[in-house]
């Protein structure tokens, strides 16, 4: 009987080690949705778009009711969830400007020296690809400057774009166009047998090589087929794992294929197309769960979904909802900042935690540092997030650190309670309640000017932190000099933002 009891609890051994579950570190997967609305998901409170399995992670792990991207466009975002960092820190005060700068310290490089393996998959949009051939927004032949790789990153594994593509059949667009369809917001996925041209940006690998194969169909599951193997032989190498999954979806141009199609075929083919694709992705986070859980790592293994920045244009709702909140992408009012926010953490988190305390993408990075219990490398880096490991053991019920946003000659702060905005480059102030007018629709400056006082003070000295980080305080003028940036804050800056008018082709 003694024998075997003993093989008994070698074979549970076994199994324990080979599932992963023997390693103490926590696996890390942040995902990310590309101009996903807050209103765009079944937990809240969309009635069109299904998202049955971002409503259970809601359900099973910590639901953050005010989450804000750190930027209102997707590339400053992206920079703070790897860095911990505000974006204007780095000269991403942008879109398509800058360069996460190879002095900053990334979290897929401080993993890596904590015996992790490191995967990228998707969206890129921190710098070019390559430096040999047209691809899509900056990437091209010569340029050298903004050349900027998730290899020099940390990463051991990437399958990548530069930035956006379409979110069914990637690589393609229809040669012709029908009335309803648009080269910038979407169009009918391309049948059998119709004229198609290459859209124009190319996924690339960690060596910097093209990748050409199963590139077809949904772009969300095309990721996810590579983010899964990534993930079992990280497992089969007994290797914690990092892997950042960021999506192109609901991003411009917007396509859903026919399965997708035909679940909100009641609905206008741009509809269908948005809601069709954020199903689609659903889909796939849904099939990475069932796929940790079927391999024994979903217990140790915190998944996080956000969005970059809240639902594109103004003119046109019906290409997300942004719920009751005031704004849309580019705006720094809630609509264009606060997005879905979930996290699962199984053997962190027992039950549900829903919560009304600020936390932000720049968040990400001290709460992994804080769960491995070490400390940042570079202790005079600022970090502008905090660990929210508190607020999954009930003992965080107040954010300390405020949350500062500028985008154009835009800048707000947020507490709490209050967020003071500046819409003029400083020169005037607008204070609201965050608690009770989410719609951010009555200003109260004017009964709080204590209020204001106090946290422009705090915003203006945030600010300037920034701008001394961008200019090279901590590590230097080596990247400041390659990118040969001017500082963007906004104070100085002298244009007026782009209109989000729609012109369909």
Not at 71 to 80: D, H, I
Not at 209 to 215: A, C, G, P, R, S
Not at 221 to 237: C, G
Not at 276 to 303: F, W
Request: charged share 25%; glycine share 8%.
């Amino acid at each position: 009987m003694k024998r075997i009891f003993n093989k008994l609890c070698v074979l549970l051994l076994i199994g324990l080690t080979v599932s992963g579950l023997s390693q103490d570190k926590p696996n890390v997967i942040l995902i990310m949705a590309d101009d996903l609305g807050w209103g765009d998901t079944g937990y809240n409170g969309n009635p069109i778009i299904k998202t049955p399995h971002l409503d259970k992670m809601a359900q099973e792990g910590l639901q953050m009711n005010r989450f804000y991207s750190a930027s209102s466009v997707c590339s400053p975002t992206r920079s703070s969830c790897l860095t911990g960092r505000n974006p204007y820190r780095t000269g991403i005060f942008t879109a398509n400007v800058g360069i996460l700068r190879p002095e900053e310290i990334t979290l897929p490089e401080i993993l890596r020296e904590q015996g992790y393996a490191t995967g990228h998959f998707g969206k890129w949009h921190l710098g070019t690809l390559t430096t040999k051939e047209k691809d899509a927004n900056r990437g091209g032949p010569g340029n050298t400057k903004e050349f900027n790789p998730p290899k020099i990153h940390g990463y051991d594994n990437a399958f990548v774009t530069e930035s956006k593509v379409p979110t069914y059949d990637p690589m393609w667009k229809p040669k012709n166009f029908a009335e309803d369809e648009s080269l910038k917001i979407g169009w009918s996925y391309i049948k059998e047998g119709q004229e198609k041209v290459p859209y124009g940006t190319a996924y690339w690998d960690i060596d910097g090589n093209k990748v050409t194969d199963n590139l077809d169909g949904d772009d969300s599951k095309v990721i996810m087929d590579r983010a899964i193997p990534f993930i079992d032989q990280a497992v089969a190498e007994k290797k914690p794992f990092i892997s950042v999954i960021w999506f192109h979806t609901p991003h411009w141009p917007c396509v859903a294929g026919p399965k997708h199609q035909e679940m909100f075929k009641q609905y206008p083919l741009e509809r269908r197309n948005y809601a069709g694709c954020v199903t689609a992705m659903d889909e796939q986070i849904g099939r990475l769960r069932a796929h940790l859980k079927a391999i024994g790592a979903d217990e140790n293994t915190m998944i996080w979904f956000c969005s970059d920045n809240g639902p594109e244009s103004k003119e046109n709702p019906n290409n997300g909802s942004a719920g009751p909140l005031r704004g849309r992408k580019r705006d720094l009012y809630d609509g264009g900042v606060r997005v879905p926010g979930v996290m699962v953490w199984p053997a962190k988190i027992k039950q549900r935690i829903e919560t009304d305390v600020p936390c932000v993408t720049s968040d990400y990075v001290p709460t992994v540092l804080d769960a491995l219990g070490i400390d940042h490398p570079k202790s005079n880096y600022t970090l502008d997030g905090v660990s929210l490991i508190p607020l999954m053991e009930g003992k965080m019920t107040k954010r300390e650190q405020l949350i500062g946003h500028m985008f154009n000659n835009r800048i707000t702060f947020t507490d709490n309670k209050f967020k003071l905005v500046s819409y003029d480059g400083g020169k005037t102030y607008q204070l609201y309640d965050m608690i009770n007018d989410v719609a951010e629709a009555k200003d109260l400056s004017g009964q709080y000017p204590e209020v204001v006082a106090e946290m422009k003070k705090q915003a203006l000295a945030w600010r300037d932190s920034t701008k001394a980080s961008f200019e090279g305080t901590e590590y230097g003028k080596e990247s400041f000099d390659r990118m040969q940036q001017t500082w963007r804050g906004p104070e100085v800056y002298k244009n007026k933002p782009k209109s989000n008018k729609i012109k369909k082709k």
